[in-house]
């Protein structure tokens, strides 16, 4: 109570869906010493509208800290609790600033929520003589702005590989499995079959899909207390979020179990945050008529765009400059905290610095596209510049769909880790960048690169199998060149198989929602 220097303690309820706060009226004597001399108009659950009077007290908890106006309520909806705390005072906090202590261990270990968290929290009213010269003042965490700006993902470890050959000898839906092992030596020219390794169930897999080029494969069988193991490493977290057909085309690199797919399926169908961020079906919209041609040579041709404004990152950024190339589709995204055509021309920069100098660069025709400090760069370095028709995103079509799938990730990473966007950007390139597309059937890192870039599901299947025997120097460079031409041979001639099938086949008709939405072959 103001003047007054006794302490109430009282019990506080933070409501982060009211908007004004109060406090029960037999908690102190309140009289004219403490009335603002104002009111406010509220709303309760049964629509009805009440004049409640404000009075001013102070207030000493984790939220909020030193005098402060609320109402003054008979009764509260809540038995027990004598202030709701609304968010005219707490503002977007919801917990106290809780400092946990250190612990130092030598094992790996994670910190979660603890099991019982409840929801009220003590309090105490003070007096304004005991809080002279106090202010209401929001509780600022410093640790926030010494936190490492990068973010790793988190790989688990606590699985051994004799506890992956016990769970295999212990489940059951794997006997019909066991039953099938053979030594490896008879797996030559066999399609798919089960072999040991090290006592690890492993299943050697050719598939005919052209995103494996023909090639064996080695998986390691996964049981079923496992699975949700593999699963969350492959789709939940820096992951991405993918859909069902990269999702299972990504786990299919490294592990196998029965009924893989569907599993796969159920658990995206359940997934929280895809439930709350992933984009509904979309209607596919009038196809173009005159596709951008397909060229051999990767990094030849570059599509760039920007992005934004973005909710502000830590450092500042609101905007992403991206560029693709429209061979390989390989994306690269960079943050900026402007889109100038200084800040566009730094980022091309270190692109360029690192796949080279391109013969053309498409772009729309935004300002910082069409500068002359844009044009005069591009004309030294010998580069043709096209620009796309004005207000026609298709003209960049293969860069604006990964812009949709880019926001997709942000949001669910957002969503999922409550982390800024821009620290959990390089992650999320790098899941972008090892799923296949459907358009050239294979992923960008396959087209770049010629070998499978090692990712999280990688370094998750090399803790449970056995190392590859080394290969000679001359044998690799071989099979490199093998492969690497051979994957973008395919991968041209499928995105021109692509283009004729959305250019010809899919013809988008307007009607009712319950009829079929294309019609033709």
Same mark, same amino acid.
């Given at each position: 109570?103001?003047?007054?220097?006794?302490?109430?303690?009282?019990?506080?309820?933070?409501?982060?869906?009211?908007?004004?706060?109060?406090?029960?009226?037999?908690?102190?004597?309140?009289?004219?010493?403490?009335? $603002?001399?104002?009111?406010?108009?509220?709303?309760?659950?049964?629509?009805?509208?009440?004049?409640?009077?404000?009075?001013?007290?102070?207030?000493?908890?984790?939220?909020?800290?030193?005098?402060?106006?609320?109402?003054?309520?008979?009764?509260? +909806?809540?038995?027990?609790?004598?202030?709701?705390?609304?968010?005219?005072?707490?503002?977007?906090?919801?917990? %106290?600033?809780?400092?946990?202590?250190?612990?130092?261990?030598?094992?790996?270990? $994670?910190?979660?929520? +603890?099991?019982?968290?409840?929801?009220?929290?003590?309090?105490?009213?003070?007096?304004?003589?005991?809080?002279?010269?106090?202010?209401?003042?929001?509780?600022?965490?410093?640790?926030?702005?010494?936190?490492?700006?990068?973010?790793?993902?988190?790989? %688990?470890?606590?699985?051994?590989?004799?506890?992956?050959?016990?769970?295999?000898?212990?489940?059951?839906?794997?006997?019909?499995?066991?039953?099938?092992?053979?030594?490896?030596?008879? /797996?030559?020219?066999?399609?798919?079959?089960?072999?040991?390794?090290?006592?690890?169930?492993?299943?050697?897999?050719?598939?005919?899909?052209?995103?494996?080029?023909?090639?064996?494969?080695?998986?390691?069988?996964? %049981?079923?207390?496992?699975?949700?193991?593999?699963?969350?490493?492959?789709?939940?977290?820096?992951?991405?979020?993918?859909?069902?057909?990269?999702?299972?085309?990504?786990?299919?690199?490294?592990?196998?179990?029965?009924?893989?797919?569907?599993?796969?399926?159920?658990?995206?169908?359940?997934?929280?945050?895809?439930?709350?961020?992933?984009?509904?079906?979309?209607? @596919?919209?009038?196809?173009?008529?005159?596709?951008?041609?397909?060229?051999?040579?990767?990094?030849?041709?570059?599509?760039?765009?920007?992005?934004?404004?973005?909710?502000?990152?830590?450092?500042?950024?609101?905007?992403?400059?991206?560029?693709?190339?429209?061979?390989?589709?390989?994306?690269?995204?960079?943050?900026?905290?402007?889109?100038?055509?200084?800040?566009?021309?730094?980022?091309?920069?270190?692109?360029?610095?690192?796949?080279? @100098?391109?013969?053309?660069?498409?772009?729309?025709?935004?300002?910082?596209?069409?500068?002359?400090?844009?044009?005069?760069?591009?004309?030294?370095?010998? @580069?043709?510049?096209?620009?796309?028709?004005?207000?026609?995103?298709?003209?960049?079509?293969?860069?604006?769909?990964?812009?949709?799938?880019?926001?997709?990730?942000?949001?669910?990473?957002?969503?999922?880790?409550?982390?800024?966007?821009?620290?959990?950007?390089?992650?999320?390139? /790098?899941?972008?960048?090892?799923?296949?597309?459907?358009?050239?059937?294979?992923?960008?890192?396959?087209?770049?690169?010629?070998?499978?870039?090692?990712?999280?599901?990688?370094?998750?299947?090399?803790?449970?199998?056995?190392?590859?025997?080394?290969?000679?120097?001359?044998?690799?460079?071989?099979?490199?060149?093998?492969?690497?031409?051979?994957?973008?041979?395919?991968?041209?001639?499928?995105?021109? $198989?692509?283009?004729?099938?959305?250019?010809?086949?899919?013809?988008?008709?307007?009607?009712?929602?319950?009829?079929?939405?294309?019609?033709?072959?």
């Amino acid at each position: 109570m103001l003047g007054s220097k006794d302490l109430v303690p009282v019990k506080i309820l933070r409501d982060t869906g009211a908007s004004e706060s109060f406090v029960l009226e037999s908690v102190l004597p309140f009289s004219a010493k403490t009335d $603002s001399g104002n009111s406010v108009l509220i709303r309760g659950i049964g629509l009805n509208t009440l004049s409640v009077p404000l009075h001013k007290l102070m207030l000493d908890c984790g939220l909020v800290k030193g005098e402060v106006v609320v109402g003054v309520r008979p009764s509260l +909806p809540i038995e027990g609790i004598d202030v709701i705390l609304g968010n005219n005072l707490a503002g977007e906090r919801v917990w %106290p600033a809780v400092f946990p202590s250190l612990v130092v261990s030598t094992k790996p270990s $994670s910190v979660g929520i +603890p099991d019982e968290c409840t929801e009220l929290f003590s309090a105490c009213a003070v007096t304004r003589s005991m809080s002279r010269g106090e202010l209401v003042t929001a509780p600022t965490n410093d640790n926030n702005t010494k936190k490492c700006a990068t973010v790793f993902p988190v790989i %688990p470890l606590s699985v051994t590989r004799s506890d992956l050959i016990n769970a295999q000898r212990d489940d059951p839906t794997l006997e019909e499995l066991r039953d099938q092992i053979v030594p490896v030596e008879q /797996l030559g020219d066999v399609a798919h079959g089960y072999f040991l390794q090290e006592d690890v169930l492993m299943r050697k897999w050719v598939s005919h899909d052209s995103c494996f080029l023909g090639e064996a494969i080695s998986q390691v069988v996964v %049981p079923v207390k496992l699975r949700d193991l593999v699963l969350e490493t492959s789709h939940s977290d820096v992951a991405g979020h993918m859909g069902v057909r990269k999702t299972y085309n990504r786990i299919l690199r490294h592990f196998f179990w029965p009924r893989l797919k569907r599993d796969v399926s159920d658990f995206i169908k359940t997934c929280h945050t895809c439930q709350l961020t992933g984009k509904p079906n979309q209607a @596919i919209k009038p196809v173009p008529l005159f596709p951008i041609p397909v060229l051999s040579q990767p990094f030849e041709y570059l599509i760039i765009d920007c992005v934004g404004p973005l909710p502000r990152s830590k450092k500042g950024s609101s905007y992403l400059f991206t560029v693709m190339c429209q061979t390989t589709r390989f994306p690269a995204a960079y943050p900026l905290r402007s889109i100038t055509t200084k800040s566009v021309l730094k980022a091309l920069t270190q692109f360029l610095s690192l796949f080279g @100098i391109p013969k053309v660069i498409q772009s729309d025709q935004g300002s910082n596209f069409t500068s002359n400090l844009f044009s005069q760069v591009l004309q030294q370095l010998h @580069i043709k510049h096209n620009l796309s028709s004005a207000y026609h995103a298709q003209s960049q079509g293969a860069l604006e769909r990964f812009h949709q799938t880019l926001k997709s990730l942000l949001r669910a990473y957002c969503t999922e880790m409550d982390k800024d966007w821009e620290e959990g950007l390089p992650w999320l390139l /790098l899941a972008a960048r090892e799923v296949s597309q459907e358009s050239t059937g294979f992923s960008p890192n396959d087209l770049v690169f010629g070998h499978r870039v090692r990712g999280l599901l990688s370094v998750l299947q090399d803790d449970w199998k056995s190392p590859e025997p080394p290969q000679s120097l001359l044998s690799y460079v071989c099979d490199f060149r093998r492969r690497l031409y051979a994957a973008g041979e395919m991968a041209k001639e499928k995105l021109s $198989s692509s283009q004729e099938r959305m250019k010809g086949m899919l013809v988008p008709i307007v009607g009712s929602p319950f009829q079929a939405k294309f019609q033709g072959p």
